[in-house]
């Protein structure tokens, strides 16, 4: 926890400072967003078959974030992210997600209907996994992973006028014990 907390409190420190460290025209915003996950556990990375799920874990979830865009393009967010989802088929039955990311890129604006964004960042990302919620009506045991890896991500906005924008992002990040793809559909405001 006090990892986490030290990176959101990190996160929230250097977007300010890096956006500061020069004069320029930009806009700021927010997002948030309906997030399909799709978790892929390594078990040659140390793990066993017996500890983790065996079957790929699909969960639903959201993101929150704060963003910044330059008249020229560059763009840099911030926020917040979470999923969940009930297994079935592993040795654990449920598990969820939670993290905070950094991510920075540049928007190409095709036309005035249509943007592409690709996006690198960092995700600070707490995975749980928890057996017993619905086999077992007894003891309950949860295990917690912490990992902080690069994220690459594409974004393909529809602007829909000057302050409002839909778009579909696809993000893909490395985790200490498998990969989680990311698939949002979501809304963003700039002010």
């Not at 992973?145 to 529809?158: D, M, N, Q």
């Amino acid at each position: 926890m006090k990892s986490f907390i030290s990176s959101l409190v990190l996160a929230a420190t250097l977007t300010p400072l890096a956006l500061t460290t020069y004069a320029f025209e930009a806009d700021f915003g927010f997002g948030i967003d309906l997030t399909r996950s799709n978790l892929k556990l390594d078990n040659n990375s140390g793990l066993t078959a017996n500890d983790y799920i065996s079957d790929d874990g699909d969960a639903l979830g959201g993101s929150a974030y704060v963003k910044m865009r330059e008249a020229n393009g560059f763009v840099a967010e911030t926020g917040f992210v979470h999923g969940s989802d009930t297994l079935f088929g592993g040795t654990f039955d449920h598990y969820s997600y939670d993290g905070v990311f950094v991510r920075a890129g540049y928007e190409w604006r095709v036309g005035k209907n249509f943007s592409i964004t690709p996006l690198l960042g960092i995700q600070h990302t707490r995975l749980y996994f928890t057996e017993g919620m619905f086999l077992n009506s007894g003891a309950e045991e949860e295990i917690k992973i912490t990992s902080t890896r690069p994220v690459a991500g594409l974004k393909l906005g529809i602007p829909m006028g000057q302050t409002f924008e839909m778009y579909y992002r696809l993000q893909y990040s490395e985790l200490s014990v498998g990969n989680l793809m990311q698939q949002s559909i979501g809304i963003a405001f700039t002010f």
